[in-house]
C-alpha cells in the first residue's frame, strides 16, 4: 500500500499545486510510482501538465462517484520528456469543474458516508502506486474536509510572508480538529516555499516557522524564482524544465525528505 499525501492549505496561492506536480515529478525520478490527483474544481494541477478534460472521458468526480469502474479508470499516464535516468511512473487523475458538484452530493451524506467513500477510492488506487498525492484547493470544502479525513499525511506549503503565519496557525488548529476524526492523520510536513534569499523579512519568517513547529518543517525550503511560472507554462516539472536549477534541486531534495519520512 502506497502513501497518501494530501497538499493542503486553506490559504490559497502558497505553492500547494506547484509542490503538487513537482514533488511528485521528484518521487518518480527516484523511481517510485506516483498519482498526481486534482483535488481542485479550478483543475489547476491538470492544466500544469498541459491535459485538456474536453478529450477526456472522465475524470477524478467520476472515479470517486461514478457507478462504474473507479479513479484507476480515470488515470492517465503524464508525458515525461528529459528520461535522465529510470524513473517510476507519474500518473495523474485529472480534474475540472465537474467536481464542483461534489460538493451537492456530499451535502447530502453523513459525514462518516463521505470520508468512506473517498477513503475506498484512494486504498483501491493506493495498492498500484508507493505515492499518491492530491492537490486540494485553498478554503475547506466538503470534499477537502472528507479528503483530510481519508488520507494518511499531509503537507503544507507555507510562503515565507508574515501574512502566511496566521494562516499556518489555523491549518494546524484545524489539523487537530480532523484528527478527532481521523487519529491516524500525520503532518508530514510544512514546507516553506517562494523564498527569496535577499530579503531579510524572509529569513525572519523562517526562523520564525522553525521556532514554533521545530521537526515538523522541511529542512528544504523551496526558492522563488520565476521559472517555475515557465516550468508551468511549458507543462513541464522544473526538473524538466531546468533539471541544474536550485529550484529542481529543492524539490529533489524535498522529495529525499518526504521518502525518510515514511
Ligand atoms: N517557489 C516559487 N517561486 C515563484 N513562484 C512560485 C513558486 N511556487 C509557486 N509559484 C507560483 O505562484 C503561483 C501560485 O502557486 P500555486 O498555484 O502552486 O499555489 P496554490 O497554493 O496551489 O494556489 P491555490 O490556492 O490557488 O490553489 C503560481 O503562479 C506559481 O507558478
Ligand atoms: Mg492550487
Known amino acids: 500500500m502506497g502513501r497518501i499525501i494530501a497538499l493542503a492549505n486553506q490559504k490559497g496561492g502558497v505553492g500547494k499545486t506547484t509542490s503538487c506536480a513537482n514533488v511528485g515529478g521528484a518521487l518518480a525520478e527516484r523511481g517510485y510510482d506516483v498519482l498526481l490527483m486534482d483535488m481542485d474544481a479550478r483543475g ?101 474536509v472528507a479528503v483530510l479525513g481519508a488520507v494518511d499525511e499531509i503537507i503544507v506549503p507555507q510562503q515565507c510572508s508574515f501574512l502566511a503565519l496566521h494562516g499556518l496557525r489555523q491549518i494546524t488548529d484545524n489539523i487537530e480538529r480532523v484528527q478527532e476524526i481521523n487519529a491516524g492523520l500525520q503532518i508530514c510536513g510544512i514546507l516553506l516555499t517562494m523564498h527569496d534569499r535577499r530579503t531579510v523579512h524572509h529569513r525572519e519568517v523562517i526562523r520564525m516557522v522553525r521556532q514554533a513547529f521545530g521537526q515538523l518543517v522541511f529542512e528544504t525550503v523551496v526558492p522563488q524564482t520565476i521559472r517555475f511560472q515557465d516550468a508551468a507554462i511549458a507543462h513541464q516539472t522544473i526538473m524538466e524544465y531546468d533539471p541544474n536549477s536550485e529550484a529542481a534541486k529543492a524539490y529533489g531534495a524535498v522529495a529525499q525528505e518526504v521518502v525518510e519520512r515514511g
Open 44 to 144: 489547476d494541477l491538470t492544466s500544469y501538465f498541459g491535459i485538456n478534460t474536453e478529450t477526456l472521458e472522465a475524470t477524478v468526480y467520476e472515479g470517486l462517484f461514478g457507478e462504474s469502474g473507479g479513479l484507476s479508470d480515470v488515470v492517465i499516464a503524464v508525458e515525461q520528456t528529459n528520461r535522465r535516468r529510470k524513473k517510476g511512473r507519474l500518473e495523474l487523475a485529472p480534474a475540472d469543474i465537474d467536481l464542483a458538484g461534489a460538493a451537492l452530493l456530499l451535502a447530502n451524506m453523513e459525514f462518516g458516508e463521505r470520508q468512506e467513500i473517498v477513503k475506498e477510492a484512494l486504498e483501491e488506487v493506493g495498492e498500484s502506486y508507493d505515492f499518491v498525492l492530491l492537490d486540494l484547493p485553498p478554503g475547506l470544502e466538503m470534499l477537502s
